[in-house]
C-alpha cells in the first residue's frame, strides 16, 4: 500500500484537532473514502479549503500506510462557496457528502461513486430542482456499489416490465400497479425517472425518490453500523418537501 499520493478529491467533511489542524475526510477515485490531518486547516486561510463539497487536489503523505498521515491541497472548483446562495444546493451538497462519509468504507475504491459525485457537483449550477433526480439516482448506484441495489427491471410478482409504479420495502424489487392491488399502501411509490423514462422530472416524483432511496440507505447502508443516515440526508428530503408544500 502506497505511503503517498497525489489526485483530484472531492471534500467530505472536517473536523478540528488540536489547536488549529483539521482530519478532513476526502473521496478520492482510486483510494475511496480516505482521511488525513490538515496542519492549520481550521485556520482562517484554510478553512474555505476544507469545506465539505470542494473539488481540490490533494497530496497524502505517511511513514507508513496505515497511519493517519498528512494532507495537503489546492482548491479546484469552490463548490461550497458557490452552493451558499442557494439553500437548497447546499443542502444536497451537504447530503451527498454526508452520505459518502457515513456510507463508504475507508479506502475502498467506488470509483463509479465519486464519478457521480464529480458530476453531481458539476451540475448544480444549473439548479438544485435540476440535480435533484441525479442525486437520486447518485444514492441508488451507492447502494448498487454497496451490494444493496434495486432491482426495478420487472414486477416482482408477474415478472412483467410494463407498468412498473411501486417497489417493495422488504426485496427492493419493483411492483406493477396491477400486482399490487390492495397491498399498495404498503409499497413505496417508485418514480418514473428511476426507470429511465425521460421528460420533466417534479419536486414530488424527486421527493418519492429521496425517499425510495433514503428507506434502504437506513436500512440497510447505515442500519448495518446500528446507526441511522446522517442529519443533513434528513434536510435534505425535508427541504424538498417543504418545498412541494
Not at 447546499?90 to 457521480?116: I, T
Not at 416524483?205 to 440507505?217: K, M, S, V
Amino acid at each position: 500500500m502506497s505511503t503517498e499520493w497525489q489526485g483530484p478529491a472531492v471534500v467530505l467533511g472536517a473536523r478540528p484537532h488540536g489547536e488549529s489542524g483539521a482530519v478532513v475526510t476526502l473521496l478520492t477515485e482510486a483510494l475511496g473514502r480516505h482521511a488525513g490531518l490538515a496542519k492549520g486547516g481550521a485556520s482562517r486561510a484554510q478553512s474555505s479549503l476544507w469545506m465539505p463539497g470542494n473539488l481540490v487536489e490533494a497530496r497524502w503523505v505517511a511513514r507508513l500506510p496505515d497511519q493517519l498521515g498528512s494532507l495537503s491541497g489546492e482548491l479546484v472548483h469552490p463548490a461550497a462557496a458557490l452552493a451558499l446562495e442557494d439553500p437548497l444546493a447546499l443542502a444536497l451538497l451537504s447530503a451527498a457528502c454526508a452520505v459518502a462519509e457515513g456510507a463508504l468504507p475507508e479506502r475502498e475504491p467506488h470509483p463509479r461513486c465519486f464519478q457521480g459525485l464529480v458530476a453531481l457537483i458539476a451540475r448544480l449550477p444549473e439548479g438544485a430542482l435540476a440535480t435533484l433526480p441525479d442525486y437520486v439516482r447518485w444514492e441508488a448506484e451507492l447502494l448498487t456499489e454497496l451490494g444493496y441495489g434495486l432491482d426495478l427491471t420487472r414486477c416482482a410478482l408477474t415478472g412483467g416490465m410494463e407498468d412498473l409504479t411501486w417497489v417493495s420495502p422488504r426485496s427492493g424489487r419493483a411492483v406493477s400497479a396491477a400486482a399490487a392491488g390492495p397491498w399498495a399502501g404498503r409499497l413505496l411509490p417508485l418514480p418514473r425517472f428511476l426507470l429511465g423514462q425521460s421528460g420533466p422530472v417534479s419536486a414530488a416524483e424527486c421527493l418519492a425518490g429521496l425517499r425510495l432511496t433514503g428507506h434502504f440507505l437506513a436500512r440497510d447502508a447505515f442500519g448495518h453500523q446500528h446507526r441511522g443516515p446522517p442529519p443533513a440526508r434528513g434536510m435534505l428530503q425535508d427541504r424538498v418537501s417543504a418545498a412541494i408544500a
